[in-house]
């Protein structure tokens, strides 16, 4: 049985319609006119437990809208969920207790509390057993660095310390599974790591199933072997992350520095790649994984120039995610 299930779900907002000046304010008293979003348009999957997976997708795609249905927040339009075997709109005390949720723009601590009484709080309202709450406690506050500011009133972290108050108070409660929405935005590459870490250590440990969004590619290539792609409310994509390589990674770029730039503006000429861009002495050399790989490709190119430096032009399944992005699957 997997431990969430998602079938056909749907979420549609009203939107009241503004009109404006003088007789639209009097047009919008009268009238209830209405514009409809569709956020979330019929989308089907599910998790198994122990799974990492992200989420990804451009900005208005669905993602939170999502992730709030499954926390039982939303109410969904139509379609069905089922986490832990319950509805969680209509279960949502159950549901609390099994799952933990992040979400990177808002914190669920207190302000004015120092984060060790907001962890203690949440400890109280999950009746977590006082002994279980002493060892998480102790645990994540090795695990997240969270003792220079444990006593720090939640409203004067930086927003890397209140992303890791955040994390152990998603799981202070032992959850099952953990929703994160964009558990690392605006953090520098160490507390970056630090989160990942810690992520990729509760999933292996203590076994948290684990649904991630996010629109850096370095949480998906470091956490996640399973990928979900949605855009315009609809699953675009839903398979291993290394299987996007093979269906759509198929062209590269190599950026070659030639040592000197006596070739002049000659361009570059290599089996099973094509010059695409010239800058001096740099050369962008486009090619397809079917044809050559980067490694044969760079043993042809240093055998032919004399070159200074070489680099593969940008993370691959960035480039990937931006091409499904612009032009769809
Ligand atoms: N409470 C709401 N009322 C009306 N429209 C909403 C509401 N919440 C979201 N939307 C709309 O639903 C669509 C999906 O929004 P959602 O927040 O789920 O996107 P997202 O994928 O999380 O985007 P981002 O990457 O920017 O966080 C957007 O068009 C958004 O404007
Ligand atoms: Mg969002």
């Avoid at 409203?155 to 599974?177: C, N, V, Y």
């Avoid at 440990?205 to 996640?224: A, F, K, P």
């Avoid at 291993?240 to 390589?245: M, S, T, W």
């Amino acid at each position: 049985m997997p431990l969430i299930e998602v079938s056909k779900l749907e979420k549609t907002f009203r939107i009241p319609r503004h009109h404006r000046g003088v007789l639209g304010t009097f047009r919008n008293l009268v009238t209830r006119e209405y514009r409809e979003v569709r956020a979330v348009d019929g989308i089907s999957f599910t998790i198994q437990g122990g799974e990492m997976v992200a989420c990804i997708g451009p900005n208005g795609a669905g993602k939170s809208t999502t992730i709030k249905m499954l926390t039982g927040i939303l109410v969904p339009s139509g379609g069905e969920i089922e986490v832990c075997g319950l509805v969680p709109h209509r279960r949502r005390r159950q549901i609390a207790g099994r799952i933990g949720v992040v979400f990177g723009q808002r914190t669920q601590l207190w302000w004015d509390l120092p984060l060790v009484e907001s962890l203690d709080l949440l400890g109280h309202i999950y009746r977590v057993p006082a002994r279980r709450f002493r060892e998480n406690l102790s645990e994540f506050r090795e695990l997240l660095d969270l003792g220079p500011f444990l006593s720090t009133p939640v409203r004067q972290l930086s927003l890397g310390q209140r992303m890791r108050g955040d994390l152990a108070a998603a799981l202070l409660h032992e959850p099952e599974i953990v929703y994160l929405d964009e558990p690392t935005i605006g953090l520098d590459v160490v507390a970056k790591h630090r989160i990942r870490d810690f992520l990729r250590r509760i999933n292996r440990e203590r076994g948290v199933t684990i649904l991630l969004t996010t629109h850096d590619v370095g949480d998906i290539e470091q956490l996640c072997s399973r990928l979900l792609i949605i855009d315009h409310g609809r699953l675009l994509y839903d398979d291993a992350l290394e299987k996007i390589r093979d269906r759509f990674g198929a062209e590269r770029t190599l950026v070659v520095e030639l040592a000197d730039d006596r070739d002049g503006a000659e361009p570059l000429t290599v089996a099973h790649a094509r010059e695409v861009r010239a800058d001096g002495p740099r050369r962008w050399l486009r090619f397809n994984r079917s044809d050559t790989t980067a490694a044969d490709l760079i043993a042809s190119v240093a055998g032919r120039y004399r070159i200074r430096d070489i680099s593969i032009d940008e993370p691959e399944i960035e480039s990937i995610i931006r091409h499904i992005y612009e032009e769809g699957i």
